[in-house]
């Protein structure tokens, strides 16, 4: 019972906002996301780390049609639900909206992606997983909407139509995989233990991974992203960046490596290439970038087109650094788009030439953002570090040239990273930046104790990987077992 409790807070909260009273509205999301978080933990303390799933929900939905909902976690899963929850809780916190732009509404929605989001990590039925994947694009679509900048109608629709048509593919795949066998179902358990021919692996294949290259995004499948990002507020990006694309990469670890292993050794090749011209592509792109979001849509895109490319090497070390990777991806997208939210409080601009000068003026910020610069760049004791020296390795072994080139993306990632943090942070401020009053209010204690608790989560990630490797092993093992 306790996974299902992991969909119907967020999503009875989100329905209480919308029949409420607009002064409710961020209290009760406040309230809602903390809660999230106390459940969560006290999900993790509960687990036990073994490959069966636990805190099982089953009942029917569709019998005749072999649907149920069907709910569970394994500690990968309870770490997908860890980074969901925690961006949700910040994306929250930073939520400040205009009453113009409907407060009530931008919460509901928030608290809504969020049990859509719980939903599809913790669905066992595979059609089930689909309905919470494909309506997870319903608040984000209205989020961007109504709440974005820019060129804000051309820019949604982009993103929802290459979204939507990438999910149907997946459909069809999941309803050949549902009638095939002996029996109608959709459970992963059925899923596991069918025997297809090596012609359908591969169509279904196909058919997921487009779906998957299109959200996480892979070239060349990724030409919504930056503008999606761009146009997006920082909390609405948080939640695009920290979990809707990490929904794709679990999706490739859940259901992908069990139910199609052969053909992801002979046409996921294919598609590990295609990551890994992606991480350099993002990476050379990312070096022009002025604009601070655009940077980091391009940086993002470099970052998870390595844990892609690690899944599709389907070995240990791969899948390992994967989760790991993607945990620590959560936490350094969320202290870093904090950043840039508390910079764009203080000066509405977007581009790194407009400030300057920002540690001098706060050297606790300015501090504490190099840190968080640091592990984007997975410095070593910092929490992009473990993973990535996992992910690179498992890609030597696979390959040793799609390990250098993705090393050498890396490298790209430390220039440009580096170099943004000095336009931004260091030298003299910009006139304009300090004319306007900048940091004559000074952050909120909330903020600093944020910031606070995202740079230890950094270091503790950095410094302590091990346990967490340790506990989502046979897991993984499982999951690699099955080939």
Known sequence: MLSVLSILLPALSSLFISLGTRDWARRISLASVFLSMILVVLEGFLLKPTAEMQHVFQSAWMSSAGIMFYFGMDSITWVMLLLSNLAAFVSVLLTEVPKERNPKLVFALILAMQALMNGAFLSIDLFVYYVFWELSLIPAFFLLLL????????????????????????????????????TIGFGLEKMMGLT??????????VAFMVAYAVKIPIFPFHTWQAETYSSAPIPLTILLAGVMLKMALYSMVRWVIPIVPDA????????????????????????????????????????????????????????????????????????????????????????????????????FFGGLFLLFVFSFISVPFTAGFPGEVMLLSSLFHWNEWSSFLAGL??????????????????????PEFTQYGAFQNP?????????????????????????????????????????
């Open 147 to 182: 709440w974005g900048n820019g060129k804000i109608q051309k820019t949604t629709l982009k993103f929802f139509l290459y979204t939507l048509a990438g999910s149907l593919f997946m459909l069809a795949a999941i309803i050949w995989l549902g009638i095939s066998g002996p």
């Open 196 to 205: 297809l021919p090596h012609e359908t692996q591969v169509a279904v294949f």
């Open 264 to 363: 992801m050794l002979s046409v996921g090749p294919v598609f590990l290439w295609l990551a890994v011209f992606g991480i350099v592509y993002a990476s050379v792109i990312a070096l022009k970038q002025t604009e601070i979001k655009k940077l980091f849509a391009w940086s993002s895109m470099a970052h998870v087109g390595l844990i892609a490319a690690g899944i599709l090497t389907a070995s240990p070390d791969g899948l390992k650094g994967a989760v790991l990777q993607m945990l620590a991806h959560t936490i350094n997208a969320l202290a870093f788009l904090m950043g840039v939210h508390l910079l764009s409080k203080w000066k509405k601009a977007g581009g790194l030439a407009d400030f300057g000068g920002v540690r001098n003026m706060d050297p």
């Open 409 to 430: 993306a890396m490298i790209l990632g430390a220039v440009y990273m580096l170099k943004a943090y000095q336009l931004l942070m260091l030298g003299p401020a910009n």
């Open 443 to 483: 952050m909120s204690l909330s903020d600093k104790l944020l910031m606070l608790a995202l740079a230890t989560l950094i270091l503790f990630l950095g410094l302590f990987p091990q346990r967490l490797l340790e506990w989502i092993d046979n897991p993984i093992q499982n999951i690699l077992n099955t080939n």
